[in-house]
């Protein structure tokens, strides 16, 4: 079973309405970008890292976190294997766009702060628009 947070006490169900699952999402998406761009940067600048490899693990601690908080809190869902498999497929389309997108904006654009973090919105919010969608409307609904 996957890893369970407990972050509040209420039942899980998924009767949670748009307008509230979507600030939620924003919300936790935030967080969850702020520790991606951190070790993205991180890996880039003191470890030298190439841009997909550092990209590649700020996506994994990002979207490790997300899932974590959006599964319990934003969508209300039970505990699922199938969920956590469909979650893991979505993720991995969404890592290759992400981290693809990422490397060839970062090529065009230089190694600047300033073009690591317009390469780092662009390729977080495409990636954001693809997971909500998708984990709205097909996966969040896997009993």
């Known amino acids: 079973m996957p890893i369970e947070l407990p972050f509040d ?31 993205t940067l991180l890996l880039q600048s003191v470890a030298g890292a190439p841009y997909w490899l550092a990209k590649a693990c700020g996506f994994i601690l990002g979207t490790t976190i997300a899932y974590l908080i959006n599964r319990r809190w934003t969508f209300r869902a039970e505990p699922s294997k199938a969920r956590f498999i469909a979650v893991v497929l979505l993720y991995a389309v969404t890592f290759f766009v992400n981290i693809g997108l990422y490397s060839l904006l970062m090529h065009e654009w230089g190694s600047s702060l300033v073009a690591s973090a317009c390469a780092f919105v662009v390729a977080q919010g495409v990636a954001t628009v693809i997971n909500f969608v998708v984990q709205r409307t097909v996966i969040f609904k896997i009993r």
């Open 9 to 39: 006490d209420e039942e899980a169900s998924t009767s949670v309405d748009l307008k509230t699952q979507l600030v939620r999402f924003v919300a936790t998406g935030v967080l969850s970008a702020v520790f991606d761009f951190a070790l």
